[in-house]
Nanobody, 125 residues
Framework: QVQLVESGGGLVQAGGSLRLSCAAS????????MGWFRQAPGKEREFVGG????????YYVDSVKGRFTISRDNVKNTVYLQMNSLKPEDTAVYYC??????????????????WGKGTLVTVSS
């Protein structure tokens, strides 16, 4: 079956960096656009950004644009989220998700096909 497993979360000070990874199995990885989402305490899950199956295009929401970078390795079946200049408001559980039906700019919580279980990122002030 399909599995998406996130890793790399942890505690970091404001201004610091973290790189999250999401390892995929059970699917033809290169055929799927991959998205990163996050859910802060007491808030709804929100879209952060996505990358096409080839890795040729990325999309970011305004709140992370210029600070976060998504990349993928289709040999290792892994997608990454490099997070720089972290802020306390970036504190959340981060999830990766896969979909092959929609363009990455239209990724949403309700339309992704497969989900990981998430990894917690805590940014201290």
């Amino acid at each position: 079956q399909v599995q998406l497993v996130e890793s790399g979360g942890g505690l970091v000070q404001a201004g610091g960096s973290l790189r999250l990874s999401c390892a995929a199995s059970g699917l033809t990885f290169r055929n799927y656009g991959m998205g990163w989402f996050r859910q802060a305490p007491g808030k709804e899950r929100e879209f952060v950004g996505g990358i096409t199956g080839s890795g040729g295009s990325t999309y970011y929401v305004d709140s992370v644009k210029g600070r976060f970078t998504i990349s993928r390795d289709n040999v290792k079946n892994t997608v990454y989220l490099q997070m720089n200049s972290l802020k306390p408001e970036d504190t959340a559980v981060y999830y990766c998700a896969a979909d092959r039906r929609r363009t990455i700019a239209t990724f949403s919580v309700t339309t992704m096909t497969y989900w990981g279980k998430g990894t917690l990122v805590t940014v201290s002030s």
